[in-house]
């Protein structure tokens, strides 16, 4: 402990002591959405808390306080660059900062474990070791800008379907090797000052309330010394929670704590001292982050600041996974197109539909298609939702560095078949009224998404006195044609178009709903309107105020939803064959949707949605350089994907993924990724495809057989191996020396080893290359029950830097854990004995050398 913590420490016990037992009690429970109470007479501030992990919402659902927008979970892990992550966390804690944000609720550290969870693009890996990499960095970065972090969700919660109450059934091995991993990493190396604990139970145990897992090993194991917060109404019990070493119930003001847990002591029910603890690891995370007064806040000197729109480009390149080069078809810029040149325009201030000139006939030409490609999709659905000022689409990013005249953009095929919050064309506020009609308030709306939480409401109007809410404005067509108009959110709702009405109903929660219905439920379509290109009409959407006195939670939400033209989607391929056929190179841009991959519910199945593998293929039969780009946060199927020349997965980019893409299609930059997940060919091959669970009960019946390691067991060849991506230059791997008992920190696993590995740059150009270690025990041979054997698993990986023709060596530390298994009956962990071999190479499919290593 420095002196700096004991003096923290001090302080805390002092204005511990000075608390009574009602307002300790109160401390523990959310005063709203995001904030606990400040206790002025101990000079404790209010602490605000904000989602998280891609970049800082703050306390508001609203463009009006924009975001920077980092790539997504995926794309940071896809860097295999802990440093990157540390860079990411540490502009997160400059927005929290300027935010008023204490603690940030990230990052997400669940495991892939099916490619059909829901939140999948929101976690980093199906590899407990490089989640808690990137874990560890990400953690480092925010908290060196004096931001708190919440590792989440505490633990087992890799999927969606019934995840307020669904119980995982994870035996000792798994949870041990797999799913607590990262956390007990991210624990160790970052001291993280927050965790949070999922909605879900553990064998039978809800999160909130799992004594053993909170308190004895993640405290008393681990050492964990920070808070620990509920999710979102994850909180159910007051004795059963606090018992469990929950420290905080989020949100309020209705919650399991506050007076009910001060009651719970009087009763006899609860020990005062188990608030004391609590309390105690809230004044802490307070301390720290400088809420406290008298005690020295973690960190006193910040970082340099960080130029978010920068980061934003470079680590979106850093994290684009080129899966697919064939004949070296990119870059495009190796004597086809000139390098880019100039600076990129503002969002927006592009012509948004086909409208681009056609190419001069001079020079080489691309045809840029798809809708995602005019219309990006930066960042994944749910709580991970931030608004950025500007987004750069790749139609943006590549008509600002192409020469003019050389792109072409056409549609090709359109995904997104659903309605979305009302958004481009609209300009569109919120008018609140009372129950006379008189105005109460008012506030400019970015979408047709009204999303007032807690305080959050125009000023003048509150949740007694309103009796509706208008979401009214106008709306430009950029189409002639039929509009779809809809709703969601529950209630009574009036809908109005160009004076005419178009629905007027009530919308009540299904039976099975979500109670965050209004963020993830499905839209509903009321009406269709004809509408011309460029004639503004009125848009009204009237929301009738439910009685809100009963919800735990003060809020309203619901959306004003739309959807354009429907073109016949032939005609829409064949157009863009047209384009295609006529260009010297095809980008075809293919994505998922907000409805396809999102928090709230799991993925049905992994196919593309709408006609865009025809789109592909129709291309690609008539250009022979086409390039597909991969807009998703996690595997989707690319049943083409030997027909195109490449495959550049570029996840969600986060805002800037435009400009980055145009970086590295035209060779600025090289795609710097690796895959942080096996790519399955088609969903039955994945390892685990069932996430529903059955009369509640969820069984992680694989065992430590997720990802890499189960398809190896299984003899299946994936579509891209854990670990794969290519570069832009070759390598050659050219030794491999293992020295044992040297390497790792030692500590709970024992010595592990060191491993130095020497590779040169064979290609034309300067590269950076992501050196994986692998291994794989070797004492047990052929006689072993492979179900029972300990498969193999990445222990190590560094990237080094190199210009054509040089050679390079790195030093990789295998920790000790690499080198152990969790023996159950034991309730310990087991070195496991005998020959171990270590592999070095490219990906999990392909190591290039190896080594046998005698522990
Ligand atoms: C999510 C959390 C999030 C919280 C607050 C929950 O629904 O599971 O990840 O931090 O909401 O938005």
Redesign the pocket.
């Known amino acids: 402990m420095t002196h700096a913590d004991q003096i923290r420490e001090d302080r805390v016990e002092a204005a511990l002591g000075k608390l009574d037992l009602d307002t300790k009690a109160r401390l523990l429970a959310g005063q709203d959405m995001w904030t606990l109470p400040a206790v002025p007479e101990i000079g404790l501030g209010s602490l605000v808390?904000s989602?998280?992990p891609v970049g800082v919402r703050g306390v508001r659902w609203t463009t009006d306080d924009p975001s920077v927008a980092l790539p997504s979970p995926t794309a940071l892990a896809a860097s295999w660059d802990p440093e990157t992550a540390r860079r990411a966390g540490r502009l997160l804690a400059q927005e929290a900062r300027r935010k008023g944000v204490h603690v940030v609720?990230?990052p997400?550290v669940n495991l892939h474990r099916s490619p059909l969870g829901g939140?999948h693009f929101?976690c980093y890996s199906e590899d407990p070791f490089l989640t808690g990499a990137i874990g560890t960095g990400y953690v480092l970065g925010v908290q060196e800008g004096g931001v708190g972090t919440?590792v989440?969700?505490f633990a087992g919660?890799d999927a969606e379907t019934e995840?307020f109450t669904v119980d995982n059934r994870i035996a000792g091995r798994a949870l041990r090797e797999l799913y607590l991993a990262p956390f007990a990493a991210i624990v160790k190396d970052a001291r993280p000052w927050g965790v949070?604990t999922?909605?879900n139970r553990v064998n039978g145990t809800t999160m909130t309330e799992h004594r053993h897992l909170v308190e004895e090993v993640l405290r008393g194991e681990w050492g964990f010394d920070g808070a620990n917060v509920s999710?979102?109404?994850a909180a159910r019990s007051t004795a059963g929670c606090i018992l469990g070493g929950l420290d905080i119930a989020?949100?309020g003001p209705q919650t399991v704590y506050g007076p009910a847990l001060a009651e719970a002591v009087r009763s006899g029910e609860v020990p005062e001292a188990a608030v004391d603890a609590a309390v105690r690891n809230v004044l802490r995370l307070a301390a720290r982050v400088g809420l406290l007064d008298g005690a020295p806040a973690a960190v006193t000197g910040l970082p340099e600041p960080v130029d978010g729109q920068a980061l934003a480009r470079e680590t979106a390149a850093r994290g684009f996974v080129l899966l697919r080069n064939e004949g070296g078809t990119l870059p495009l810029s190796s004597g086809r197109l000139p390098l880019p040149s100039g600076a990129l325009p503002s969002a927006g201030a592009l012509p948004p539909s086909g409208t681009l000139p056609p190419p001069s006939g001079a020079g080489p030409t691309v045809a840029l298609l798809g809708a995602a490609a005019r219309d990006a999709r930066v960042l994944g659905g749910?709580?991970?939702t931030v608004f950025p000022e500007r987004i750069v689409s790749p139609l943006d990013g590549l008509t600002a560095a192409l020469p003019p005249g050389s792109l072409r953009y056409a549609v090709g095929a359109d995904p997104s078949d659903e309605l979305t919050p009302a958004g481009q064309g609209f300009e569109l506020r919120a008018v609140c009224r009372d129950a006379t009609g008189t105005v109460l308030g008012e506030g400019s709306l970015p979408t047709g998404q009204v999303q007032w939480i807690g305080d959050d409401l125009p000023a003048g109007a509150t949740y007694e006195t309103m009796a509706s809410i208008e979401v009214t404005g106008t709306f430009t067509p950029r189409e002639t044609g039929e509009h779809a108009f809809g709703t969601r959110g529950l209630g009574a709702f009036t809908l109005t178009v160009d004076g005419a009405a178009v629905w007027e109903g009530v919308q009540r929660m299904g039976e099975e709903a979500d109670p965050?219905e209004a963020f993830f439920g499905a839209p509903s379509e009321r009406g269709r309107v004809s509408l011309e290109a460029g004639r503004p009409v009125r848009v009204s959407l009237l929301f009738h105020v439910p009685d809100l006195s009963t919800l735990p939670l003060k809020a309203v939400m619901f959306s004003l939803l739309h959807l354009g033209p429907r073109r016949d989607p032939d005609e829409l391929i064949a157009e863009a064959v047209e384009a295609a056929r006529a260009a010297d190179t095809a980008v075809v841009v293919v994505a998922t949707t907000e409805r396809v991959e999102s928090?709230?519910f799991d993925r049905k199945d992994l196919k593309l949605p709408g006609r865009q593998d025809d789109l592909v293929r129709a291309v690609a039969a008539v250009n022979p350089r086409t390039v597909v780009v991969v807009n998703a946060g996690s595997p989707v199927e690319l049943p083409w994907r030997e027909e195109v020349a490449a495959v550049l997965l570029t996840w969600f980019p986060g805002q800037e993924g435009g400009a980055a893409l145009a970086d590295v299609l035209l060779g600025a930059r090289e795609p710097g990724g690796r895959l942080p997940t096996t790519w399955p060919a088609v969903l039955a091959d994945a390892p685990v495809t069932e996430v529903v669970p059955v009369d509640g009960r969820l069984e992680y019946r694989e065992g430590v057989f997720i990802g890499y390691r189960a398809y190896e067991r299984a003899g299946t060849e994936p579509a891209y191996a854990f670990g794969h991506g290519l570069g832009y230059t070759d390598w050659s791997y050219e030794s491999l020396e293992v020295t044992s008992g040297t390497g790792g920190p030692g500590g709970p696993g024992g010595p592990g080893a060191t491993v130095r590995v020497r590779l040169a740059n064979t290609g034309t150009r300067p590269g950076r290359e992501v050196v994986q270690v692998y291994l794989v025990p070797a004492g047990d041979g052929e006689t072993a029950d492979v179900r029972d054997r300990t498969p193999g698993r990445l222990a190590g990986f560094a990237a080094v830097e190199a210009g054509p023709g040089e050679t390079v060596e790195t030093e990789i530390e295998l920790p000790g854990r690499a080198f152990e298994s969790w023996d159950e009956e034991a309730g310990r962990w087991r070195r496991t004995d005998g020959a171990h071999l270590v592999r070095a190479g490219r990906s999990y499919a392909d190591t290039r050398l190896t080594a046998t290593l005698h522990l």
């Open positions: 808390m989602d998280g609720l990230a997400t939140r929101e919440t989440k969700h919660n995840r949070m999922a909605y999710d979102w109404m989020m949100p749910g709580s991970a965050f928090e709230g």
